[in-house]
Structure formats: structure tokens, C-alpha cells
């Protein structure tokens, strides 16, 4: 098989494009799907500050890679949540990634943050479910230090297989209020920075593909608190499909894209205000991260 570009022997076939590759073609084509995603959406300009919540697997590190190469200013932030083993080999990688590539990295660790807990035993403590406990400090992380460090734009590495994956769940649930707002970029607004998804165009076998020919270590282990979540039925669900309708996800999700607005605009169902303890924008007088803090007694609820 020769690659359609250059007429070589093509190292990748992508059977939703109908599309042969060589090694540097596929690159070249990686990163025009991750500018065209920016483009399309208007998530940031050259000259924007960006920052990256990278988690050392390969869709985060593969975004700051392409976003760099693109010519952008990134720099990422790790939570290091205290997940054993998952998360040491974490760190270690990111922190690899940003010396190697001489970019800038910040680093959370959740140890100095709760009082020497980490994210295991906050959840044992709380008795909170993990993956809403960990989003919960995570979104907190990530929006108080774009605000502080004068951040314009937060970007996650979610790719089409997440993105298509929450949309089948959402359709399934009718959960209009979510897909009312499941938008590649949404705006800045009530004390949040903007937030974007450049890898939105790409499946994570294409991502796979970019870190390996671009000798990008990651993670490859994965979260013990994730084994359970329903984002990997849903996913599966459409890997099986896609097995018999070669480009179902990209045709899902784009068709979703077009016909978004009939689910009508995302309505605020309540006002934000600032945490009277910390100034997170909350809906309650104490935002959720401050309550864990107290339920934890490291701080006191204020009367």
C-alpha cells in the first residue's frame, strides 16, 4: 500500500478516511486535524497563554506535543493525585516530557493541598465516589490557577472517541441540559476561563499512532477508580459499530455538531457567586472543594 501524499510505503491506514500514510505524512496530517479543530472553533490564537491539564497518558502529552510543534504557548498542569504506583509513573512522565521538550510545567500535589491526603483516602474519608471526587478538585485546580497565572484559554485532551462516548451516553439518558452544552469551546464566563478540546478530529487510535512515531512516553496504566465507569460501555458500544460503519464516531459527532442548536442554549438554572471562604465561583455559599476541606476538619465552615 502506498501513501496517498507521497506515493511511499504508507506505514498507517486509516479506514474512516480511506486514507494510506507514510510515517511523516501521518504526522503532517495529525496536525492539520488538531489546527483545523482550533481554527474551525475559534479555541485560542498564536500569542494566547494556553494551559494544558496534561495526565501523562497519551492524549494530553500528544496535544502538548502537536500544540508546541504548532507553535503555540502551552504549558501544562499535572494534579498529582497520590494514586500509588498510576500515579509515581505519572508524574515521572510528564515531568520527562516537559524537560525534554524545555517547556513549562506546574505541578499540584493534592498531599500539600489536603493535609497530607491523597485522593484515596479523601474519598475513604468522605465517603465520595472517586471520579466525581477527583473531577471535582481537578475542574477547581485548573480554574483557579488559569485565573491566577492570567491563563486565556484551559485545554483537556478529550478526542472523538471521548467525545462521541459522552454524546451516546447523553442521547441515551436525554440529558439535554449536557448536550445542550457539549461544545468543543466553551466561552469564558462567571469567573471561569475559556475551555477547549483541540484533539476533538481524532480517535484515539490516531493519537496512538502520533506518540509512537514521535517516540512519546506515556502512562499506560490506567486509573484503578475508572474500571467501573460507563464512558468505556458506551465507548466499546460504538468501536463494535464502527467495526461494520467504517467513520460512524466522525459522522456522529460532526452531525451532532450541525444540528446542536436544537437542543436549545445551555440555561443557567442557578447564579454563581464566590465561595465565602476561598472566591471559587459556586452556587452555594461554599464551593465543593472548601466543604471536602471541612468534612476532612481541615478548615472550618465559617458561621
Not at 500569542?47 to 492524549?59: F, H, N, R, W, Y
Not at 502551552?74 to 525534554?100: C, P, Q
Not at 477527583?134 to 480554574?143: M, N, Q
Request: aromatic share 12%.
Amino acid at each position: 500500500m502506498r501513501c496517498a501524499i507521497c506515493k511511499k510505503k504508507a506505514e498507517v491506514y486509516l479506514p474512516h478516511h480511506n486514507l494510506a500514510l507514510c510515517r511523516e505524512d501521518f504526522k503532517k496530517y495529525f496536525l492539520k486535524r488538531v489546527k483545523k479543530a482550533i481554527d474551525d472553533f475559534k479555541m485560542f490564537e498564536k500569542g494566547d497563554k494556553i494551559l494544558l491539564a496534561v495526565s501523562g497518558g497519551k492524549d494530553s502529552l500528544s496535544l502538548w506535543h502537536a500544540l508546541l510543534k504548532l507553535g503555540y504557548d502551552v504549558t501544562g498542569l499535572f494534579i498529582a493525585l497520590g494514586i500509588g504506583e498510576f500515579s509515581e509513573r505519572a508524574r515521572k512522565i510528564v515531568k520527562e516530557f516537559s524537560d525534554k521538550n524545555k517547556t513549562n510545567l506546574i505541578t499540584v500535589k493534592l498531599e500539600n493541598e489536603f493535609g497530607g491526603n491523597t485522593l484515596p483516602q479523601i474519598v475513604e474519608k468522605t465517603r465520595g465516589i472517586p471520579c466525581k471526587v477527583c473531577g471535582k478538585i481537578k475542574r477547581y485546580y485548573f480554574d483557579r490557577i488559569a485565573v491566577k497565572e492570567n491563563f486565556d484559554v484551559i485545554a483537556t485532551g478529550h478526542n472523538l472517541d471521548d467525545e462521541s462516548a459522552f454524546l451516546l451516553g447523553n442521547i441515551l439518558n436525554w440529558n439535554i441540559e449536557y448536550l445542550a452544552k457539549q461544545l468543543p469551546a466553551l466561552p469564558e464566563e462567571d469567573g471561569f476561563k475559556k475551555k477547549v478540546k483541540p484533539l476533538i478530529y481524532l480517535t484515539e487510535r490516531e493519537i496512538a499512532i502520533y506518540a509512537f512515531f514521535n517516540e512519546i512516553n506515556y502512562n499506560e496504566l490506567s486509573c484503578p477508580f475508572s474500571k467501573k465507569a460507563k464512558s468505556h460501555f458506551y465507548k466499546e458500544s460504538l468501536h463494535q459499530m464502527e467495526l461494520s460503519y467504517k467513520g460512524l464516531r466522525i459522522k456522529f459527532f460532526k452531525g451532532f455538531l450541525r444540528n446542536q442548536k436544537i437542543f436549545g442554549k445551555a440555561e443557567k438554572k442557578y447564579s454563581l457567586s464566590p465561595c465565602k471562604i476561598c472566591g471559587y465561583p459556586t452556587s452555594s455559599e461554599i464551593c465543593g472543594v472548601c466543604k471536602i476541606k471541612i468534612n476532612l476538619g481541615l478548615i472550618e465552615e465559617e458561621k
